[in-house]
């Protein structure tokens, strides 16, 4: 079924059937319209009573009969106190069981979210919750929540339960923020490359093809991918050419111009500072910084009085050591 063809498919998760920890895979019995149906796809994290807008398409299993099988999933907060108790006695909440859960719904209802984000020291008031287990129900609360914000804000890229935690490590709390003010940045993640990050962003944000942030992710891209064929840095006409190439590709031939790529390449050295200029050699800031350290190092084997070393040998476990520090930068 095509693209145009897909359909949307709104519903209260009842039960979580199946879930795959390592790649999300998620089989869900969901209360949509006027019955239940069968939910199938990555849907990472979703739990029992939250309302789900899922987009997919109806498939016939051979074995477990008709199926939503989704493609891409936009969660919501538990509405009603039945959905509420649902998710609350499924376990998405550490601190919380099923009992407790519904004597934490018996009191408070509805308003049970809204006591748990404004004023969580009336959960103190439910038999069972001391100070240390309110700081863990409330610890664990706020990660699900920011969980929910991040996937909502992935949706469009359609990501792995990995890739979402990649995410989360590398820009901590502020991930939804710093995404939606520049979703360029998820090109510095591996695994979210330009070409794939590019056609998202610039409908999310509605941006013009020559945009600021999209010429410079056009430019780091350009680098990466170097740095992937084994160049340390490129020449900055290379560079140029490249990005130049990438960003009018759908595009007149001179909707991104020449000027602008120079211009932005500019400020990611003196301002920005991710990149390094030696001439016209541009560097990622730490792949300079690694060819530093490489050869501060050389000079002081030179240098040392007394000793002789196989430099060749010393020269590959410097170079060893750089590589590993480069690769944890990325991840």
Partial sequence: MGENQLLELTGSVEQVIYRNEKNGYTVLSLLAGDGEVTAVGTLPWVNA???????????????????????????????????ILRYLSSGAVKGIGPVMAREIVRRFGTDTFRVMEQEPEKLLKVKGITEQRLQT????????????????????????????????????????????????????????????????????????????????????????????????????????????????????????????????????????????????AIYLKAYREAEKAAAIHLVRLLSSPGKTYEIDRELEAVMAKSQMTLAKQQE
């Fill in 49 to 83: 009573g939250e309302t789900l807008r899922l987009v997919g398409e109806w498939k016939t299993h051979p074995n477990f009969g008709t199926q939503f099988a989704a493609v891409a999933c936009e969660r919501f907060q538990p509405a009603g106190e039945g959905a």
């Fill in 137 to 280: 129900i409330m610890e664990s609360y706020q990660d699900s929540s920011g969980l929910r914000e991040l996937m909502a804000c992935l949706a469009p890229y359609h990501v792995t339960p990995k890739k979402a935690e990649k995410v989360r490590q590398h820009f901590g709390l502020e991930a939804v923020t710093i995404l939606q003010e520049n979703p360029y940045r998820l090109c510095e993640i591996k695994g979210f490359g330009f070409i794939t990050v590019d056609p998202i962003a610039r409908a999310s944000k509605h941006l013009a093809p020559d945009a600021c942030e999209r010429i410079k992710a056009s430019m780091l891209y350009v680098l990466q991918k170097g740095s992937e064929e084994g160049h340390l840095y490129l020449e900055s006409g290379y560079i140029v050419d490249r990005a130049c190439e990438i960003l009018n590709a759908g595009f007149s031939a001179d909707t991104v111009k020449r000027s602008q790529i120079i211009m932005a390449g500019n400020e990611l050295v003196i301002k920005d500072k991710i990149l390094e200029a030696d001439g016209t």
